[in-house]
């Protein structure tokens, strides 16, 4: 029998990892994966498949923990998926922001050279690549211009990604997703489209106690209204399923390249508010009040991305619509905060 193809993953506790842990799975792949020691030992979106894959406790500031993980599992496809994902957070930490998810991948991309140098790496750059774009929708040629700390660390490991590529003595197969926002059930509650579909189903649950937190700390619902930055800010919102997909497309290619992956259509996120509480048969209205404190130092956008390479080369194309997308987001809320 053909030996399993084995894929290692940093950040497999994470929305994407967790996600790309199944379709891999079903792919018949060994799966292992790196995560962060946390105090109470949770293994977040990963707990239902934790007998499946083969955890390493270790941190992408540490190389040495990466450097034991490869040594042992010895991976064939390595997806570099742990960062610190969120924008606006990243305003507050900038030192994490950059040496994790600038040159933590840097680790990944070096300890990978030493130690599997044939294995093939993902890695998951961002459409906040594009800051404020030039150009409307980006593709792979638009220039990046990054309007806060994590997508400047991610423009960093971006580029060093394309430089080990290029290295004339030992060329390294690294591949980039230009990955625009991708949601679902398993997306942070620090992000606006978790924040809105959870503050939708504890207003229609008319929740009182156990409501999440926001990205600053607070309940999510204050005296029955949700707190949003910049209504009019406009995202690219497709579904973390379809996208996990376009990760492993990426690695199964001869020549490592980079490829946007995105639906091609933006919405604002007034348009999501707004078809969120459609969903439970609400005004949204009546439940959203605006807040500075929510909108980012600097403002990116508009983010439309144009995926047209990676339908050519990869033959993919995003399956989740953004009106199914919300619903999908909601229902698993309203079960959740009931
Ligand atoms: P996510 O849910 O935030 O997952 C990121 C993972 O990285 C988490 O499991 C996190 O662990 C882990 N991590 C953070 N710091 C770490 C460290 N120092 N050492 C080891 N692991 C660490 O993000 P995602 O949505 O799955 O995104 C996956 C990747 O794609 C990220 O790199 C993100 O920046 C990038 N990306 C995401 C999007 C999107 O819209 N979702 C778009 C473009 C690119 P903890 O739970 O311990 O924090």
């Not at 070096?110 to 929708?137: H, N």
């Not at 639906?263 to 009546?286: M, P, S």
């Amino acid at each position: 029998m053909a030996k399993s193809k084995r894929a290692f993953i940093t950040g497999i506790s994470g929305q994407d990892g967790s996600y790309l842990s199944e379709l891999l799975l079903n792919k018949g792949y060994e799966v292992g994966g790196l995560i962060r020691r946390n105090a109470i030992g949770e293994l977040g979106n990963i707990e239902h498949i934790k007998d499946d894959i083969k955890i390493y406790f270790g941190d992408l500031q540490s190389p040495e923990s990466i450097a034991l993980a490869l040594l042992d599992f010895k991976p064939d496809e390595i997806y570099n998926l742990a960062s610190l994902s969120s924008p606006f957070a990243s305003f507050s930490d900038k030192f994490a922001s950059i040496m994790i998810t600038g040159v933590g991948a840097l680790h990944v991309f070096e300890r990978a050279k030493q130690i599997v140098p044939e294995a093939k790496v993902y890695q998951a750059s961002t459409s906040e690549m594009f800051g404020v774009p030039k150009q409307v929708p980006q593709n792979e040629a638009t220039p990046f211009s990054p309007a806060n700390p994590y997508a400047a660390a991610k423009e960093f490991a971006h580029r060093m990604a394309v430089i080990g590529r290029l290295d004339r003595k030992q060329p390294q197969f690294i591949s980039c997703g230009i990955l625009f926002n991708h949601e679902s059930p398993r997306r942070g509650l620090n992000f606006v489209t978790r924040k809105i579909t959870a503050g939708v189903a504890c207003i229609k649950n008319n929740k009182k106690e156990g409501i999440p937190l926001n990205e600053i700390g607070e309940p999510i619902v204050q005296n029955g209204k949700i707190k949003l930055g910049d209504l009019n800010a406009e995202r690219d919102w497709g579904y973390s399923p379809d996208y996990v997909e376009a990760m492993w497309k990426i690695l199964q290619q001869r020549q490592a390249n980079d490829f946007v992956i995105a639906t091609g259509e933006i919405h604002t996120v007034e348009d999501f508010v707004r078809e969120a509480f459609a969903t439970v048969g609400l005004d949204w209205k009546e439940y959203v009040v605006t807040d500075s404190n929510f909108v980012p130092p600097v403002q990116t956008g508009p983010l439309q991305g144009d995926a047209s390479y990676a339908k050519k080369v990869l033959d993919w194309e995003p399956k989740t619509k953004f009106k199914d997308l919300v619903k999908i987001m909601v229902h698993y809320d309203l079960a959740k905060f009931s």
